[in-house]
């Protein structure tokens, strides 16, 4: 009997209680050309079932009639700790009930005594052949759970972009899910997108000034986002076409704010180490896991305001700050229907003008009836109209000379609805650039309206503002600098120190009874930003204004 375990060989235990048997049959057969080795010998069952831990068998050759434990009883025991081990039954009695009771426990084979050395290498040849073919096969399915594996990733990323596209159904998405390892906990979500603009007269797969393709800065972008967002949040992120997208959980909907900020800091770091302006746009949060989808569509909305925006500084927007009613339902896979509607709120006349030609012309190359034309006609300017209702337009005042979105059912060319689609897109544009223009100059006059109220408390700042409006801080700054030509702490600045001059002029109190009454906590600081406006200190003013 050989010792420890030889590469490539089946382990065998021999148990019988007859040493002459025990020891005929262990020189009689050639284990190793068969393929086997034995690797130990028992007296006993009860001796067998304490060598199977330390042995680890492939295969037991077992004698029925044993003190101890019998054969069968060894049998059922070891079914119970290795059920996959093989079996070999041997017994000097040739009784049917043995017989039945093997091939209840599946014995590969059963042999009466005396067994001829043939006989014996005959059964493991064919046991061998059996466990050879269940090797391969183990191997083959360990083969597929490690591709498996190397390929989750890749199966991951596909159904995250499924999931945000909308193409999973949601019972599939929770399915899906958990076959990835993505809890979906009962919490809030949103889209964040992330966009890297092209370098100047340069393709976006052409190296830049930094020695980097758009694709490596993609994924420089996409690791600072991780770091970034992935701080205080449970994040899913991957590169999709030209975008980082990033699902987002937040604990609570305030998180949003926190959030905005996180994703502007993405987009300055991305700024600095690309040399690339980098937009963000957030979708709207929800707990459905199937509003992903409607997020992302958001978040693909707000990023085309943070492009246009990005010059003022505002690199991040959140599709709430801009748009009233943030869900509108855009037609899927109907890319020119989407950037007319994106047109209507962000373009200038030629803009929209472009955009329904190019909507137009597919039309007319899809060789349609022209029913199934005003069938889908109909279906555009029904998300058109959506559009104006979340402005809360008047939709008589959108169309011409009374008609109404049925007439298109009247029409009989293209052409002709064309010119009055064109007329409707253009109106419903107008009237949402001035709703904008408007709502910004309410913010704005809102905000400066609580700095009047309020300018003589210390804390006052742009967040307690935007706490008030319940607007994000980003988007705030964007547009008051925009509407008042400097930014916000400056305006604060201004007014308090008008109704400082106004409190040195009128009163005789002391000047960090002053500074506490226009919202300096300390004195020494109000004087500093005194001096810097006006030149001298409010002691000096003050002097100036008695002649002294």
Known sequence: MKKGKIMGFYRVLLADDEEEIREGIL????????????????????????????ETPDVIMTDIRMPFLDGLELIEKV????????????????????????????????????????????????????????????????????????????????????????????????????????ELQDTWRTVVLLKLSKSLAKNFDQEDAYGASGELLLIAIKK??????GRFHHIHSFIYLDYIVVITELAWDSQITMLINEANEVCKAGK??????????????????????????????????????????????????????????????QENEQMLLRAIKLEDRSGIEKKINMFFSELEGSCLPFYQYQIHILKILASVLEIAGTYELNSSELFINGMDISDVLKMHSLEEIKKWMTYICFNISEKIQQEQMDSRKHIVKKAKDLVEGSYFDD?????????????????FSTVFKKEEKMNFISYLTEVRLKHAVRLLETTSDKMYL????VGY????????????????????????????
């Open 459 to 475: 804390t006052l700042s742009a967040e307690k503002i935007c706490s008030e409006l319940h607007i994000s801080t980003a988007y």
């Open 27 to 54: 020189r009689r057969v050639d284990w190793n050309t068969l393929g086997f080795e034995v690797v130990a010998l028992a007296e006993n069952g009860m001796e067998a079932l304490e060598m199977l831990e330390k």
């Open 514 to 517: 002053i500074a506490s009454k």
């Open 79 to 182: 079914m119970e700790i290795c059920p996959t081990i093989k079996i070999i039954l041997f017994s000097g009695f040739d009784e049917f009930e043995y017989a039945q009771k093997a091939i209840r426990l599946n014995v590969e084979a059963y042999m009466l005594k005396p067994m001829a050395t043939a006989q014996i290498e005959e059964n493991l040849i064919n046991l061998k052949k059996k466990m050879d073919a269940e090797r391969e096969e183990r191997q083959n399915v360990e083969e597929l759970k490690i591709n498996y594996l190397e390929s989750l990733p890749v199966m991951k990323e596909q159904f995250l972009i499924g999931w945000v596209e909308g193409r999973i159904r949601e019972a599939d998405i929770l399915r899906k899910a958990k076959q990835y390892q993505i």
């Open 224 to 229: 600072t986002a991780d770091s970034f967002l």
């Open 272 to 333: 600095n180490f690309t040399g690339r302006i980098v937009t963000a746009g957030i979708g709207g949060i929800y707990k459905n896991p199937d509003a992903v989808r409607v997020s992302y569509r958001e978040a693909y909305n707000a990023l085309e305001y943070s492009t246009l925006l990005a010059k003022e500084g505002a690199y991040t927007i959140y599709i709430k700050d801009i748009d009233p009613d943030h869900s509108i339902k855009l037609i899927p896979n």
């Open 521 to 548: 906590a300390e004195p020494n600081y109000f004087s500093y930003v005194f001096k810097k406006k006006y030149g001298v200190p409010p002691t000096k003013y003050r002097r100036s204004l008695e002649g002294v």
